[in-house]
């Protein structure tokens, strides 16, 4: 049976295999090898994560399957980091909150799934006039539901979250814009990934995969490769 | 639980969740409502993917999950079609055997999962300049290893069997023809899809899907709808 590797996050997650997305780059890249599993749930903060986790990844008794995942990636922080007096503030929350959830999260898949490699991402950095550009929900105020300066807290508890975890992180929000041209480059509407945030987010993805043991060189394939069976007599690549 | 669909087949299927590829369009499509699963084989035809089909799709017993798919996508026959007398001979399946193996998976997967929904698709069709441009063996006839004609056959075979099984299926040889440009839109190399073709496969897989039931109307979603959950009182969506 193929290993998992499960997609848990946001809008950026349920996204992720539109055209040039990373989760879609991720099953792309692991074609022969793993099966990648999306759990991206639009508009979701870890408050409600929580709510929904045994019905995301429910168990074997509730009709779901037992195996442990190789890996999953848990990635929200862009929607608890909406401003408590903007227009999207039913999806804040608090930042002492979302680090306390982030670790229930964490805690729960641990128990459930010990050898599991969890993999935090940090919510992306905020273009705010984009933000005021394309507005999810009326927005009268004049003044963004998401700021960069909000999401940057966000991303700092994430990383400090994954130190106190012992799990590795992307610090998404920095890593971003560390890249010239960021806020058009990298993102669709102020929050969402364009194609060099994808291309971002796959590339950090598969960089810490192989940095704890999980890449293309370490795992077996699942069947012959067309590259390894012998064109004078096929069927014996089949032979048990 | 979050029901499957398997896309099942050769390069065309392993190569699918690539830029705009058709099974990374399907798991986008159906993001809340199914698992898309690639069991993709670049090379293989219908007389090697008989040979594996056990371990691609193991049973409870090993390590697999006997849960029933909604929908299994089969789409071989351009290996098959490959010329007895030319540079990728040792791929070559005859028409009568394709015809058979063909009958074989069908009848494997409808024992296993009785209300499966199985999909043929035929092999594209192909535009022979460009395979002698692009080889994938060495070539030294001068001549392309497969032939529009060859792959007009075992694509008429392809729909013939579907007839025989009371199954769905595509005449991608014949749909792709109708496309004005069709050699570049749809194909990449004279065999691999293109952004076109890929489109292509995604509307028709779509179409062929909702004619017999399985649509985004029909699927109930996992989890609660941002645009369901009211932000006076979010965690409402989530109590039982």
Redesign the interface.
């Known amino acids: 049976?193929r290993p998992k590797i499960y997609v848990f996050g946001d809008s950026i997650t349920?996204?992720s295999?539109?055209?040039?997305?990373w989760?879609?780059?991720l099953?792309?890249h692991f074609?022969?090898t793993v099966?990648v599993?999306?759990r991206?749930?639009?508009?979701?903060n870890t408050?409600?994560a929580l709510?929904?986790l045994d019905?995301?990844f429910?168990a074997a008794g509730?009709?779901?399957?037992d195996?442990a995942p190789l890996a999953i990636t848990v990635f929200f922080g862009a929607n608890d980091a909406c401003l408590p007096d903007r227009c999207s503030a039913?999806?804040h929350v608090p930042l002492h909150e979302y680090r306390h959830n982030l670790h229930s999260i964490i805690s729960i898949f641990k128990k459930r799934w010990p050898k599991t490699q969890i993999l935090l991402i940090s919510p992306p950095p905020i273009d705010e006039d984009a933000r005021l550009k394309y507005p999810y929900?009326e927005n009268t105020m004049g003044m963004p539901e998401r700021t960069n300066e909000a999401a940057g807290a966000y991303a700092k508890a994430c990383v400090s979250v994954a130190a106190e975890c012992g799990i590795p992180v992307i610090d998404l929000w920095t890593k971003m814009q560390q890249y010239a041209g960021w806020k058009k480059a990298c993102l669709s509407d102020g929050l969402h990934l364009a194609q060099t945030g994808n291309k971002i987010v796959f590339e950090e993805v598969i960089t810490k995969l192989r940095d704890v043991g999980l890449s293309l060189e370490s795992l077996p394939i699942?069947?012959p490769?067309?590259s390894d069976?012998d064109?004078?007599n096929?069927?014996k690549s089949?032979e048990n």
């Open positions: 049976m349920e996204g295999f539109g055209d040039g997305g989760g879609a780059s099953a792309h074609s022969r099966d599993v999306l991206g749930y639009s508009g979701y408050r409600w709510k929904v019905k995301a429910p509730g009709g779901g399957d195996a039913f999806q929900v699942d069947l490769l067309i069976i064109p004078s096929p069927l089949f």
